[in-house]
């Protein structure tokens, strides 16, 4: 557990000093969080006191909006704003030009050490719906079993893939196995294997990997969208890999109900970009 939580620490510091973003754990200093938006549809309002630059504008956690003393000069119309932020959208409409209570945008920071290491990991993992880095988790379709984060070993050009599959896999597969950058750097190009669970053989998910290089993937079956990443080890690798990931995957195991799905895979994911970061290959 003490060497789990090391790497944590570990990756949390490294995509912090390599993104520049101050994603540190001492939030207090760190400069306060976009939580929404504010559009202004009639009126004249402030911002911490200072006028609106644009119709629209980003807000943080603690702003406080109102309208400018001025408003009653510059527009006969009743006031009005729309602002969007993690309690909801809503539209304001001021009783009249010149009567409307404060604005005050809450603080929509996660409490709990978890919740904001989640969240951080979320803001480089769940951006972008068509993979690389921020991938988000997937879960699949419930036609046939998921894909599940994993670690597998590479040896003599074939792959052992039976930690991939969570369930007992459709006899015929197609899986694309497409890289992801660690440390700003790709490891080959797409690779799609198609194979055939053969019936009574000793090894069935032991398959030839053509064209498959060492790395971390994401690993599509386009069939049903179901996906999950997957550490490609070497031989002289895989069991230190695969150990500590074991470890991980039972700590989530450990949390039950009280962390989403989805999280736990965010937590897993990061895990395998750990392990696949430079220095521990």
């Known amino acids: 557990m003490r060497r789990l939580i090391s790497y944590f620490f570990n990756f949390i510091l490294g995509v912090t000093s390599a993104a520049g973003s101050g994603l540190a754990f001492n939030w207090s200093s760190q400069p306060k969080p976009e939580v929404g938006y504010a559009i202004v549809k009639d009126g004249n309002w402030l911002l911490n006191d200072k006028k609106f630059e644009r119709e629209c504008m980003i807000v943080r956690a603690g702003d406080v909006i109102k309208l400018a003393s001025s408003n009653q000069f510059i527009s006969p119309k009743f006031p009005k704003i729309i602002?969007?932020?993690?309690?909801?959208?809503?539209?304001?409409?001021?009783?009249?030009?010149?009567?409307?209570?404060?604005?005050?945008?809450?603080?929509?920071?996660?409490r709990t050490f978890f919740a904001r290491t989640i969240a951080a990991f979320k803001k480089y993992f769940v951006i972008d719906k068509?993979?690389?880095?921020?991938?988000?988790?997937?879960?699949?379709?419930?036609?046939?079993?998921?894909?599940?984060?994993s670690v597998v070993k590479l040896d003599g050009g074939k792959i052992d893939l039976r930690p991939l599959f969570s369930g007992e896999p459709v006899r015929r597969q197609i899986l694309r196995f497409r890289p992801q950058p660690v440390a700003r750097r790709a490891v080959g190009k797409e690779v799609r294997l198609t194979f055939v669970v053969a019936e009574g053989a000793s090894d069935p998910l032991v398959v030839p990997a053509q064209g498959l290089q060492p790395g971390l993937y994401q690993v599509v079956n386009p069939v049903d969208g179901a996906d999950a990443w997957v550490l490609v080890a070497p031989a002289g690798r895989f069991a230190e890999a695969a150990v500590s990931f074991n470890e991980a995957s039972a700590e989530t195991n450990q949390w039950g109900g009280k962390v989403e799905d989805d999280d736990k895979r965010v937590f897993l994911r990061v895990w395998l970009y750990q392990l696949a970061a430079p220095g521990k290959r």
């Open 83 to 110: 602002v969007d932020d993690c309690s909801g959208r809503r539209e304001i409409r001021c009783p009249t030009p010149t009567d409307c209570g404060a604005i005050n945008i809450p603080d929509c920071r996660p």
């Open 130 to 149: 068509n993979g690389g880095l921020a991938i988000a988790a997937n879960r699949g379709s419930n036609s046939q079993p998921s894909l599940q984060e």
